[in-house]
Each structure stands twice: as C-alpha cells, then as structure tokens.
C-alpha cells in the first residue's frame, strides 16, 4: 500500500518503509500453502494479460522517450514489448505457477547416535530486492519468483522503463489481490532517484539479499556498496569454440544462432574460437559476415578473410550485445581453454565438436555456470532449463549458478526433532 513517503526525496526513509510492509508481507508468503502461492500466480498472469493495451501503451512512451534520448538498438530491444512479449510475460508466470514448490523440501535427513532426527529445509530467503535496467519483463518476472518461493519483493526498475514497470506492477497488484496475497509481497520503487539504489544497498535488516540485473555498471556499482548480501553476474562474455572434429554445418547453425537470434541477451555469444585445424575457418567466418554480423579477427582470421576488421586487445573482455562478434584462431582445445580462462566471464561458453573426448574435457575444464557441447549459448535461460521465468544467471561459486529460479531463491534451516533428549 503506498504512502506519502513515496513522493519523498528521502530515499532512505522510503525504503525502510517499504522493506517494513514487505517483511510483514514476506511473514505471511512463508506460510501460505504452494497451492494458495499458485492460485494467486494464475491471477497475476491473468492480470497481466487483462492489462496488455494499458501496458503496451506505457511502453510506447518508454520507447519513444528512449529513442529520442540516443539509447542504443541493443537497449530498445531490451525495452520494446509487442503483444507477444506481454503474452510471453504472463505465460512465464502462469509457468512459474506450475513448478515444484521447494519451501519445505527435505534436502537430507541424518539421525546420529543420540537419536535426534536432523533435517535440513528449505524456507524462503525473506526480502529480496531487484535493481534492473531495461527489460520491463522483469518486473513480472521476479515478482513472480519471489513469490512462487515464498518471499517479498522490492524492485527497482531503470528510469527508462518506468511507465512500462508501472503499468506492469499495477497489473500485479491487481493479480495479487484478486488471489489474496498481500499486495506488498511485490513493490515497485516509485521514485527514479538514484539515491534509491543506494538506499536499497544499504538497507541491512531490510532486504536480505540484492540482485541486480543490468549493464556492467550498474552491477559493479552494487557490489562495491552494497551492505547486504548480493547475487549477481558482470559480463556475459561468451565462447564458441569450434573444434577440428566439429560439423561445418552444425557449426555454421550453432554460431549464427549463439552470435545473432538476439544479440541484446546476456547469453549471446561475444567471442568465436576456431581451431587452427578446422578445414572450414574461412566459410564459417565469411558465412557469420555474411549473416549480418561485424567480425572483428584476430591476425590468423584477417589474414584467412582479408574483409573482416581487426581486433584490438579490448575486444576480447567486451560484451557487446549487438551484431559485432571477435574471431580468435586457437591452437586446439589447450588455445581455447587459455583464451576463455583470460577473458571468460564465468557465464556461458559452448564447444561444437563431433570428438566426444574433447568435448567431455571442456565442459570439465571450463570454469563458467553454464557449458553447452553442439548446442547454441543461446539456450543460456531458466525457461530453457525447465525453471519458468527466471532472476538471472548467477556466475558466482556460493549459494547460486546458472539461471536462479524458484530454488536460487531460497535457503534452508536446520529441524531436529527429539524424543527429551538433553546433552550430557
């Protein structure tokens, strides 16, 4: 429920207010039923999709009001929603409704020798806070996670996207009170302030864990001030490399596919590796050129296809989410494995190869969340990986990697139960 601090300039007084409603709402999401959680999530999607004119309305101004301030093509595809877009969002909750709920799931059991029975339980994490950029459909997105996972939301969407998270957090609300829950288990920061990212971060006892979704400034921004606890990925640069045993026509597919389906998502490839013995180096490099994309080359791929740009040592550690790909002649699996440890992002890497050894070595070897072997980086999303709509992927070591869904989301407790045991 809003107040008057949501028209406030003291960040972070709003935000201590807002993370007090979501606690109190977070309470009740932690002991509601899955199947009271997945009524009220068919209504949000229902919401949603009620709400698709009134949406793609607030967008057309987002959008409007994006491309005259010069954002680039890859942040308006980011922006943009269409009616299948919208209908995308509600079908992603609607999925998120369906999915095994893990709020009281038993991770393991022991009964050591004094007789007590050990359990270790997931329950939710509390309050969580997104901050994200762009992508309307976030909103929706982790509204729908959190809740599906028991907690609250506070979310913080980029001041570009602010009448289309808007319209999207009303539908929300609607959806949320039409099923029952309380409507504060998912609230929109109303303000663009940035100071509200900076309250947010240090908003200790109000939020238990950050998650930003958005460019490398945003998320090296919260991790260097954030006070609470945070989940999160930089970059997603991301390989394919092309072995020598690899299928020319499989391994055209894959890296067109991995370079250009969409080159705005975080799972694109960024970075093609192609073995030095590979007979086909020179098609597949000219075929990605011809599909519309920028090639930039190492002196190995210039000098295989005259046409292409060089690269320079930056092109290497960019993300560059447009049609622009760099190109690396490498020497076998060993190249490829010493390119991508020096510029990888721990996101998302692929090998084409028809040498099952080889390919078994490098999913071993590659130290990323996510290792495809003949399949494309595109394929790097929680939809993809069965988990419904997804909060992002995760390319830290501790508590989540890969794309964080309704599992990501929580944590566990310790339950033991006794029969009067005490402790000599």
Not at 381 to 392: N, P, T
């Amino acid at each position: 429920m809003a107040t008057a601090l949501d028209q406030t300039n003291d960040a972070p007084a709003l935000i201590a207010a807002m993370g007090t409603r979501a606690r109190a709402a977070a309470t009740v999401l932690a002991g509601l039923s899955s199947e009271t959680k997945a009524t009220a999530l068919v209504a949000v999607a229902d919401a949603i999709r009620a709400a698709t004119s009134a949406i793609l309305a607030a967008n057309a101004i987002d959008m409007a009001k994006g491309a005259a301030a010069g954002l680039s093509a890859a942040m308006l595809d980011r922006l943009r929603l269409d009616a299948g877009r919208v209908a995308a969002m509600a079908d992603g909750v609607d999925t998120v409704a369906t999915l095994a709920d893990p709020v009281g799931m038993v991770i393991d059991e022991t009964r050591p020798a004094n007789g007590l029975v050990l359990r270790r339980v997931r329950v939710p994490i509390g309050v969580i806070g997104i901050i994200y950029e762009s992508r309307p459909n976030v909103t929706a997105d982790a509204a729908a996670l959190c809740i599906g996972s028991g907690n609250a939301v506070i979310l913080r969407g980029g001041s570009e996207a602010i009448e289309s998270n808007r319209a999207i957090h009303t539908a929300l609300t609607a959806g949320l009170a039409a099923g029952g829950l309380p409507v504060d288990a998912a609230q929109l920061v109303p303000i663009i302030d940035r100071a509200a990212v900076g309250a947010m971060l240090t908003a200790e006892g109000a939020i238990d864990l950050i998650i930003p979704r958005g460019g490398k400034s945003l998320v090296a921004r919260v991790q260097a001030e954030a006070r609470v606890p945070v989940l999160a990925h930089l970059d997603g640069i991301n390989h394919v490399f092309v072995h020598a045993s690899a299928d020319p026509a499989m391994a055209q597919a894959v890296t067109i596919n991995a370079k250009l389906r969409r080159t705005g998502v975080c799972g694109a490839m960024e970075t093609l590796l192609i073995d030095r013995a590979y007979p086909e180096a020179a098609a597949l490099i000219t075929a990605l050129a011809d599909a519309g994309c920028e090639v930039r080359g190492d002196a190995a791929a210039c000098a295989l296809v005259p046409a292409i740009a060089a690269a320079n040592a930056a092109d290497w550690d960019t993300e560059y989410l447009e049609a622009i790909a760099s190109v690396a002649i490498v020497d076998g699996l060993d190249g490829a494995l010493t390119h991508i440890a020096a510029h990888g992002s721990h996101h998302t890497d692929a090998i084409v190869a028809e040498d099952e050894a080889i390919a078994e070595r490098f999913l071993a070897a590659v130290d990323s969340a996510i290792v495809l072997w003949n399949a494309s980086t595109q394929f790097a999303d929680g939809g993809e990986f069965g988990l419904g709509a997804e909060i992002g992927i995760a390319t830290g070591r501790l508590h989540a990697r890969g794309p964080v869904a309704l599992e990501g989301l929580t944590t566990y407790k310790w339950v033991a139960r006794g029969t009067g045991q005490i402790r000599p």
